[in-house]
């Protein structure tokens, strides 16, 4: 079994930066990819962008594209979401969650950090 824990939410100003940091434990051997979601009040999940596991290549959505930046550390089982000049609209619930091929959905989800930026 995997546990996905995020961390590192809070209040920010717009312009401002925040890290989070994602902590696995269990079976990570058999991660394909990670991923960074987010939703706001009243909207849908969005993506936000991935890491592939093995090889550290990212994608991004648009909207965070140049701004967010993905990292991992296998040995530490831990993922890392860099935000930087942070906008209100980047206000959410941040989740990060883990699936094991690459056609396969995300199974495995953490329980959410806060992120909220002031105008």
């Known amino acids: 079994q995997v546990q996905l824990v995020e961390s590192g939410g809070g209040l920010v100003q717009a312009g401002g930066s925040l890290r989070l940091s994602c902590a696995a434990s269990?079976?990570?051997?058999?991660?394909?990819?990670m991923g960074w979601f987010r939703q706001a009040p009243e909207k849908e999940r969005e993506f936000v962008g991935s890491?592939?596991?093995?090889?550290?290549?990212?994608a991004y959505a648009d909207s965070v594209k140049g701004r967010f930046t993905i990292s991992r550390d296998n040995a530490k089982k831990t993922m890392w979401l860099q935000m930087n000049s942070l906008k209100p609209e980047d206000t959410a619930v941040y989740y990060c969650?883990?699936?094991?091929?690459?056609?396969?959905?995300?199974?495995?989800w953490g329980q959410g950090t806060q992120v909220t930026v002031s105008s």
């Open positions: 969650a883990a699936k094991y091929a690459p056609s396969a959905a995300y199974g495995d």
């Open positions: 269990g079976r990570t051997f058999s991660f394909w990819h």
């Open positions: 890491v592939n596991w093995r090889d550290g290549s990212t």
